[in-house]
Structures are given as C-alpha cells and as structure tokens.
C-alpha cells in the first residue's frame, strides 16, 4: 500500500502568492519523521522541512511552514510569497522508526512560478 | 557544508556492460543510500548500507548490488546493464540513529544514466 500520496503532479501559482503542496501518509507508528525535498531542474534533492510526530507545533522554516494534521495523517507545505526560483519538484518523505533511516518518497509535485 | 558527490552527472553505457556508480560522503555518516528515480514514481531505494561492508535490500534491488569497503564510499553496481535500467540514480547519507530533527539526508546532485 503507498505510504505517502500526493495527489497533484503538477501545480501553477503566480508570484508572489502562497501555495499548498498536499501530502498524506499512512503508518501506524505513533513515531515518525516527515520532510519535505526540493528538487530544481539541476536534479541535487534539497531538505528544505521536518516534522516529528511528537512535536507540538507545525514546522516552520523561512518561506516554508508545514501544515501538520495528525489526525488526518495530512503534512502539507505552505510556500509563503512564492518566488520564480520555487519551480521545482517538491518531494514529501516518511521515515518510521522500524525502517532505520530509510525514506519513503511520495511521487512529487512539480510546482511552476508564474511571473 | 555536508557533501555527497557523485562520479559522473551524465553517463551512457551498452546493453549487457557492466556499470560502476560510485558515491562519496565527506561527513562521516554512517548510512548511506542509493535510489533510482523515474517520472510519475518519485524515488526508490535500491541499497542501503548501515556501516562498512554491511548492505540491505531496498525496494527494488534486483540487477543492483552494491559496495561498502570504505564509510565514506557506496558503489552501485549494475553487472549487466539493461535498457530498463536508464534512469536518474541518487546517492545519499545521513547520521545514524531514530527519527530525529535533523537527521535528514542529504543528496549528492546526481547521475543519469542511459543504456542503449
């Protein structure tokens, strides 16, 4: 069964707006760690977010915040202010405990800035 | 800054040759991976290692092995490559350990691989 989804291959947002990328997940570990990967055209995967299962607020990280929904097993990121430079695949990842350090990576979103 | 690199960005082979990926990490890590990305597939785990000479089995290990002689150094082998096997292939390390904050990994930039 996929562990992590996410459901829009591709998204468009103009400059300078927010965007949501969405991302569920599926484990039934009460600890886990979940991030969030950039990957530009050039192809090196950048970390850009993480959010432990415990931790009580949402992640935050510059531009990026992570919208953190336990009950719902949803961890969406928030790209504030988008800029031309955000186009990119973004990449949602798991990690359980019982895995070691193995990620699980859903099947990306590819984002495009509109000037 | 961590590093991982890769030994070739772009790389083309023949059916049936055998093929060498190799990956360096310069921050003593001791688990190192390597994945094989395909459009509409995200990516997946071919090998990982936990400590020198020591590998597992990812996801999708077949017509794969690999090496661990050195911590900082993680070869992909392909004994006998295919032309299912063109693909981007994507090496990464991270700390040992449970799931903590920061203990991401971190990627090198790459190699892409097509078989003719």
């Known amino acids: 069964a996929q562990k992590i989804t996410q459901t829009q291959p591709g998204m468009f947002v103009q400059e300078k707006e927010a965007v949501t990328l969405d991302c569920t997940y599926d484990?039934?570990?009460?600890?886990?760690?979940l991030f969030w990967y950039k990957q530009p055209s050039s192809g090196e995967m950048i970390f850009l977010i993480y959010?432990?299962?415990?931790?009580?607020q949402n992640a935050t990280e510059g531009r990026y915040s992570l919208n953190f929904q336990k009950a719902r097993k949803s961890a969406n990121l928030v790209i504030s202010a988008s800029q031309l430079g955000d186009s990119a695949m973004y990449f949602c990842?798991?990690?359980?405990?019982?895995?070691?350090?193995?990620?699980?990576f859903g099947q990306g979103t590819e984002l495009s800035v509109k000037p | 800054d961590v590093k991982v690199t890769q030994s070739s960005r772009y790389l083309v082979k023949r059916t049936g040759e055998k093929v060498f990926l190799e990956c360096v990490q310069d921050?003593?890590?001791?688990?190192m991976f390597w994945y094989r990305q395909d459009p509409g597939l995200g990516l997946r785990l071919i090998y990982f290692?936990?400590?020198?000479?020591?590998?597992e089995k990812g996801d999708i290990p077949e017509g794969y092995s690999v090496s661990r002689e050195k911590k900082e150094r993680f070869s992909l082998i392909l004994e006998s490559a295919s032309t299912n096997q063109t693909s981007m292939y994507l090496c990464?390390?991270?700390?040992?350990?449970?799931?903590?904050?920061?203990?991401?990994?971190?990627f090198g930039p790459g190699t892409r691989l097509t078989v003719l």
């Open positions: 990464a390390s991270s700390f040992a350990g449970g799931v903590t904050r920061g203990n991401e990994q971190f």
């Open positions: 484990t039934s570990d009460p600890s886990y760690g």
């Open positions: 959010q432990g299962s415990y931790d009580q």
């Open positions: 990842a798991m990690r359980e405990p019982v895995s070691g350090g193995k990620l699980i």
């Open positions: 921050m003593d890590h001791e688990n």
């Open positions: 290692s936990y400590d020198v000479k020591m590998k």
